[in-house]
């Protein structure tokens, strides 16, 4: 049996967990799994990267981590080589160079005084 990879967000749904996409969501089993860095901590509702094989309908977890990075050079370059439209084109000044700069996401923020 062929290993896979998969990128979905890990939910918890029903007493399984499972791993969804813009197509739909998977049963996983992560007894069997290794986690690409031991330091690394789990959330639900996060991105993960995750590599297995089928059986029975569910996906069998082998190894599971963060998904990888490029620079912003690397994924506009791939972005302007896949989309044929004549509003997206490759912009006539270059920006900054924010490649350093990391994209923090903060997700259900609740504040005790909203200000």
Do not use: C
């Not at 007493?15 to 813009?22: G, I, M, S, T, V």
């Amino acid at each position: 049996v062929r290993s896979i990879l998969v990128l979905g967000l890990l939910r918890h749904f029903e007493e399984r967990y499972y791993l969804e996409d813009a197509t739909g969501m998977v049963p996983i089993a992560l007894h069997t799994a290794q986690v690409t860095d031991p330091d690394m901590v789990l959330y639900e509702d996060s991105i993960y990267l995750v590599e297995g094989k089928w059986h029975d309908g569910t996906l069998l977890v082998d190894r599971l981590g963060p998904p990888l990075t490029e620079s912003r050079t690397t994924s506009l370059s791939a972005i302007y080589q896949q989309v044929q439209h004549p509003l997206f084109s490759l912009p006539a000044v270059e920006t900054k160079n924010h490649e350093r700069n990391p994209i923090i996401i903060v997700s259900d923020v609740t504040l005790d005084q909203p200000q």
